[in-house]
T-cell receptor
Framework: KAGVTQTPRYLIKTRGQQVTLSCSPI?????VSWYQQTPGQGLQFLFE???????NKGNFPGRFSGRQFSNSRSEMNVSTLELGDSALYLC????????????FGSGTRLTVV | QKEVEQNSGPLSVPEGAIASLNCTYS??????FFWYRQYSGKSPELIMF????GDKEDGRFTAQLNKASQYVSLLIRDSQPSDSATYLC???????????FGPGTRLSVLP
């Protein structure tokens, strides 16, 4: 059974640019969540999508957005990149969103220069 | 502000000992509790979840939940060097809408 797949694994972008990250959940999982992980802040919740609808949102600025497609695949977009956006971005999927916990992908390491 | 707190560590234990990792949470209505393990450079992986007060055992791992005291712990018996990792506690709030992670405790098992 394939796990959660995130692409790309590594990304280097310049300040001011925008970036789109992709996540393919485990087959049958309808909930996809996104997290930002940095050494100083730990795992910070960005948002959760369930059946193409954003169900929960963390405390991140509007530059961070996402969407989910009918096949449950999800994308996350960050516009007007800042140096502080450099982080590991993790996608996680779950059957129903929360009750069974999440399975994480390997993450996308974003570096903003 | 819903908070989940853990000692950052590092917690060092000798090989074969019991490692005890603790987590406290502020939302008294929290429903479900999870322990994740994260090796350096890797993504978190789910170890256990617990919903009810008491103990839940899975192999060398035991999760303990005390809702009255608002803490959940993870015991690792017969600790191995391969258990050396950061352990993250996560909590679902009373409304089942927020999945909040603690900062993690770094465990080091010394051979």
């Amino acid at each position: 059974k394939a796990g959660v797949t995130q692409t790309p694994r590594y990304l280097i972008k310049t300040r001011g640019q925008q970036v789109t990250l992709s996540c393919s959940p485990i087959s049958g999982h309808r909930s996809v969540s996104w997290y930002q992980q940095t050494p100083g802040q730990g795992l910070q919740f960005l948002f959760e999508y369930f059946s193409e609808t954003q169900r929960n949102k963390g405390n991140f600025p509007g530059r961070f957005s996402g969407r989910q497609f009918s096949n449950s695949r999800s994308e996350m977009n960050v516009s007007t990149l800042e140096l502080g956006d450099s982080a590991l971005y993790l996608c996680a999927s779950s059957l129903d969103g929360l009750n069974y916990g999440y399975t994480f992908g390997s993450g996308t390491r974003l570096t903003v220069v | 502000q819903k908070e989940v707190e853990q000692n950052s560590g590092p917690l060092s234990v000798p090989e074969g000992a019991i490692a005890s990792l603790n987590c406290t949470y502020s939302d008294r209505g929290s429903q479900s509790f999870f322990w994740y393990r994260q090796y350096s450079g890797k993504s978190p992986e789910l170890i256990m979840f617990i919903y009810s007060n008491g103990d839940k055992e899975d192999g060398r791992f035991t999760a303990q939940l005390n809702k009255a005291s608002q803490y959940v712990s993870l015991l690792i018996r017969d600790s191995q060097p391969s258990d050396s990792a950061t352990y993250l506690c996560a909590v679902i709030d009373n409304y089942g809408q927020n999945f909040v992670f603690g900062p993690g405790t770094r465990l080091s098992v010394l051979p």
